[in-house]
C-alpha cells in the first residue's frame, strides 16, 4: 500500500470514538466523514458499523490516495470512493446524508472551516440528522488541560488561523444553523465528543439544556 498514510493519533482513538458512533449514529443510512485524513477512521467504522455507508472525504489529493489504498486493502464493501471537499465552499458534491462526522478538524483549520461546517451540514443532514465532532475544546475560555494548552500554542505557532475552539462559540455556530448540542461525552486524552441533531430533534433537548 504505497499510498496508504498511517495516523497514530487514528490508531489510538479509533475504538474509542467507534463506541460513542455505534450509539448515536443512526442504525442504517449514509455518514459523511469530513477531512478523513488518512482513512483509517473510515476503513475502522465502517468495519464495525456494517449497516452504514461510509462516505469518506478531504479536500487534500494525497488524503484521498490514501483512503483508498486503505480501502481496497480492508476489501469492505459499505465505504465509498472519498470525494474532494472542501467545507468552506458550497453546495457539497453530496446532496442528502444522515450524519456528518469531522474528527480532529476545526482546530486544524481557521475558524471559517468551522462555519463552513455548519453550513454544509445544515444543507446536506436530512431533519433530526446527526452531526458528531470530536477533538480537544477550550470550556469556559479555558484549556481543560495543560496538555491542551501546550498543544494550543503548537498549532497557532504553525498557523495564527488555528487553534483549539471554545465550546460555546462551535455551539452557538451550530445553533445558527439549526443544529443543536445534545450530547458532551468526555473521551481520553482530554478530547470531547459532541453530538448535534438538526431540526426539531435537536431543538427540542436545546432548550433544556444546561450545556
Same mark, same amino acid.
Given at each position: ?65 490514501? $483512503? ?16 474532494? $471537499? ?21 482546530? $486544524? ?47 497557532? *505557532?504553525?498557523?495564527? *488561523? ?21 450530547? #458532551? ?12 441533531? #438538526? ?13
Amino acid at each position: 500500500m504505497l499510498d496508504a498514510l498511517l495516523s497514530p493519533a487514528a490508531a489510538r482513538n479509533a475504538a474509542f470514538i467507534a463506541e460513542v458512533l455505534m450509539r448515536v449514529l443512526p442504525p442504517s443510512g449514509l455518514v459523511l466523514e469530513i477531512a478523513s485524513g488518512s482513512g483509517e477512521h473510515a476503513v475502522h467504522f465502517a468495519r464495525v458499523l456494517p449497516a452504514l455507508v461510509w462516505q469518506p472525504s478531504d479536500p487534500d489529493e494525497a488524503a484521498r490516495r490514501s $483512503i483508498v489504498a486503505h480501502a481496497r486493502a480492508a476489501g469492505l464493501a459499505n465505504i465509498r470512493s472519498p470525494l474532494a $471537499i472542501d467545507v468552506t465552499r458550497q453546495p457539497w458534491p453530496v446532496t442528502r446524508v444522515n450524519a456528518v462526522v469531522a474528527i480532529n478538524m476545526i482546530h $486544524i483549520a481557521p475558524w471559517g472551516a468551522s462555519i463552513g461546517l455548519m453550513a454544509g451540514a445544515e444543507a446536506t443532514l436530512a431533519e433530526g440528522g446527526v452531526l458528531y465532532l470530536y477533538g480537544p475544546f477550550r470550556e469556559g475560555g479555558a484549556h481543560t488541560a495543560p496538555s491542551n494548552a501546550a498543544f494550543d500554542d503548537s498549532l497557532r *505557532s504553525r498557523n495564527a *488561523s488555528w487553534g483549539i475552539r471554545d465550546i460555546e462559540a462551535v455551539v452557538a455556530a451550530a445553533r445558527a444553523h439549526d443544529l443543536h448540542l445534545v450530547e #458532551r461525552v468526555v473521551m481520553p486524552a482530554n478530547n470531547l465528543s459532541l453530538i448535534f441533531y #438538526r431540526g426539531r430533534r435537536g431543538l427540542a433537548v436545546d432548550r433544556e439544556s444546561t450545556f
